[in-house]
Structure formats: C-alpha cells, structure tokens
C-alpha cells in the first residue's frame, strides 16, 4: 500500500523468522522484566488510588481499588515505601524482531514517524485527487516556536464534487472525523488511521463498503494530532520513549517526558478539574485551550460541523443531528462516551450507547462513559467538547488491551495488521454509515 507496501513485505520476511516463542505467545503473556520502564499494577482504597496522578505518578489505568502505573522500578519502590502493594502487571517494551532496525521512516518494528504520516497523506491525495484533499489545520507547538515542529495535517476523503471538503459546517455530505495520537505513545492509533484512509480510497470502485462510504460521506482523518510528541517517541528508536504529552517547556521544571501539557485534558469544554501540576502526565495546561493544537482541533471541529445542541448541560441533541467524531487512544479495549467531566449521564445517552454498540460488533470492545470503562473522570477532552459544543456523537477508543505483545502503550507492529485493524475496520465503517444520524441508529 503506497510507501508502506515494500516496507509490509520487509516485515512479513522478518517474522517468517522469529523464533517460535515469539510467534506463539498468547496475547495475555508477560515479558520478562527489563531494566526499563514498566507497567505497575498498585493496589490501595478508591480514596489513596484517586490521589496517585496528582502526586505525579503515570497512571494510565484505574479500576476499583487498583491503577496501573507506569515507571521504572524505583516507582515501584517509592510506591511500597507509601503503603501500596505493588505487582509487575508488564513490561513497557515488547521484543522487536530481528531485522527490522529504526529508520529514518519507521522505529520500534515498523511504526511511522510523524514525518511519514504526513508524507502519506500528500502521496494519497496526489495519487487520488478525486478522492483526497490534504487541509494544514494548524501548527504543533515547537513550530509556533520556530524550532521545528509540523503542520498538523487532515485529509478528508469524499468522491469529489462541487463544495465538498470545505471547512465550512454547511456540507452536503455528512461527516466522519476520525483523530489519533493525541497522546504521543499511543502507538497503535495512528497506524489504524493509516489502515483506514488506504482501505477508502484503494477500496473505491472495487470494494463495495469503501464505495458506499466514499459516494456518501465526508470521512476526514487526522492521522497524528500531536506531532512533536510522535517525535520525541519515535527518537528512541527500538526503545520508544514514554511522551504522552504535547513538549511545550514553558510550564515547571520538568525533564525527560514529564514535561508539556496533555492535549486531552486542555479542551475548553469544561476544562479545569484535571491535574494543576506541569510534571503530571495529566497536566491539563494553565488555561484551556492553551496549547496550539488543541487550539487547531477546536477551530477544525467548528469548522465541521454546525453546533446542534444548546447551551445548557441538559440541552440534547436533535435526533435529526449529523456527525460522528472517534478520537482513538490506547489502551482497553473500551468505547467510551460522554460525559468525561461528570458521572450524570449526557441527554443523548440512549442513542450514544446505541451507536456505540454497533461499533462494538465489529471490535468486542466494552461500552460505556468513563465511569462504566476506565474508572476515572476527566476534563477538557476531546470528545466532551465536540459533543458538549456542537452535538456532534464523539467517542473515544481505547484500542488494545492492556498487557502481552499486542497490550499497553508499545504494542508489537505486526498486531496492528492481525489485530486492531480487523477489528476496527467495521467499526470505522459503521461510524461512517451513521454519520447522517447517529442518534437513530
């Protein structure tokens, strides 16, 4: 496929090789543990759980009674010296198999740089003009800076007619935004992206749902939202660095990947009850909307669509609403909803959890707001403010489950094409055919 076809066969050659443990491991199997990054599974009472993250530990998960943490083994030892139990739950890194060294394209086994993702996009809708057209929706924030940094690029992708792919909220078509690595080292998001927009437009005129799709919908695509990030995770090459945060040094005294602002907590909608302290993974910024990114997503989703829904919290969307947004992270296996900011369901709660169920056909995934899935509450997110805003039906997937080779932040490449592809596409497609509706799906 494009760019990525001759690097695929590279990879299929590489794993005919593998030694068998590799190749037959089940998905739930525990690395053996390295001297690296881990993830902890720490145990306390809901109350000390809660209060992790604001005491600047990594936590990526959080169920009753237990978090996941992640950290090296020193994290561990000041965890036990504060009176959690603490387990290794899996390593960070998964094996890289031989042969499939860092390049200036890829690193860790076959995942793209931020570099690479927006070349594609340029290649596809050279290749496609009928179907693609590339939009720079804004800059990261090392570019702002003049030191580096990228253009944050979408692609949207129609059969092309008169008006179409306008950044205007009056479309003829309804609209599909698909967004990924909003959070760096979510590796996994950004190559189901890449899967999709090639499936769209390699798929139209032969394959029947790509067709259907591409004559009906706007479907656009923003493979990589947090492209400073992406390089800072991809300069570790085989061992990619743990930065989930955009790199704006301007705030604390952090180093290393603790510094930046978590472009999921730095959303206007109902920001502010996330954590105040720069070095937290969960940093919500000093002020919403603080970061240029999530300043480009919240132009590039107003531009989209039209705001269907009212100003109070009580206020539903119209069943006649159109649009559906998916921001995909890692890792659960959950479809979330909203609302993040509160455990009181949103007014369109029935036709959320609806459409979310249909999606979960396709992946398995488990349904629900925060409170049903990871367990936590958050503000100034993605998808509470393209439906808190605009009423737009916005999910987030947590794509992966969260240990063994195709688990946790660093899953192995080749899960994305025997894994999280197969079993997203249909949930991609589902969303698109919704678009028009989602509320009466």
């Given at each position: 496929m494009l760019t990525r076809s001759l690097f695929?066969?590279?990879?299929?050659?590489?794993?005919?090789?593998?030694?068998?443990?590799?190749?037959?491991?089940?998905?739930g199997a525990q690395p053996a543990v390295d001297d690296t990054s881990h993830i902890w599974r720490v145990s306390a009472d809901d109350r000390r759980i809660a209060t992790l993250a604001d005491a600047g530990f990594d936590v990526a998960e959080v169920h009753g009674g237990s978090a996941h943490v992640v950290g090296d083994r020193a994290t561990a030892d000041r965890l036990r010296r504060m009176g959690y139990r603490v387990e290794l739950h899996d390593t960070v890194h998964k094996p890289v198999p031989p042969g499939l060294e860092a390049t200036g394209d890829t690193f860790y086994g076959g995942y793209h740089t931020s570099a690479a993702h927006s070349a594609h996009l340029d290649e596809v809708a050279q290749k496609w003009p009928d179907?693609?057209?590339v939009v720079d929706i804004g800059d990261s924030w090392r570019k702002t800076r003049g030191r580096g940094g990228h253009d944050i690029k979408a692609i949207c992708l129609t059969k092309r007619e008169a008006g179409d792919c306008g950044l205007n909220p009056r479309s003829a078509k309804p609209r599909l935004t698909v967004i990924a690595q909003l959070h760096a080292r979510e590796l996994a998001t950004g190559e189901v992206a890449w899967r999709w927009i090639d499936f769209l437009v390699e798929g139209y005129g032969h394959d029947r749902e790509a067709t259907t799709v591409l004559d009906s919908t706007e479907v656009w695509v923003v493979p990589i939202a947090n492209p400073d990030g992406v390089d800072v995770v991809a300069s570790g090459g085989n061992r990619p660095k743990m930065q989930r945060k955009n790199v704006n040094t301007s705030y604390g005294s952090c180093s290393g990947t603790g510094v930046g602002v978590d472009l999921n907590r730095n959303s206007s909608f109902k920001w502010g009850g996330d954590s105040t302290r720069p070095c937290s993974q969960t940093y919500q910024g000093p002020r919403a909307v603080s970061e240029p990114e999530t300043a480009s997503l919240e132009r590039f989703f107003t531009a989209l669509y039209p705001d269907q829904r009212g100003p109070r919290d009580t206020d539903p969307a119209p069943k006649d609403a159109t649009g559906v947004m998916l921001t995909l992270h890692s890792y659960g296996n959950f479809i979330i909803i909203p609302w993040g900011w509160t455990e009181r369901p949103t007014p369109n709660d029935a036709g959320l959890r609806a459409l979310g169920r249909d999606m979960a056909q396709s992946n398995g995934y488990r349904v629900g707001t925060n409170g049903d899935t990871v367990g936590y509450k958050t503000t100034g997110t993605t998808d509470d403010f393209t439906y808190g805003e605009l009423g737009v039906a916005s999910y987030t997937f947590e794509i992966g489950s969260s240990r063994g080779n195709c688990g946790g932040f660093f899953p192995q490449y080749s899960c994305v094409d025997s894994l999280f592809w197969p079993q997203n596409k249909g949930?991609?497609?589902t969303a698109a055919k919704a678009a028009k509706a989602p509320y009466r799906s």
């Open positions: 695929r066969r590279g990879l299929l050659a590489a794993a005919l090789v593998l030694p068998l443990i590799l190749a037959t491991a089940p998905a179907l693609a057209f949930a991609l497609l």
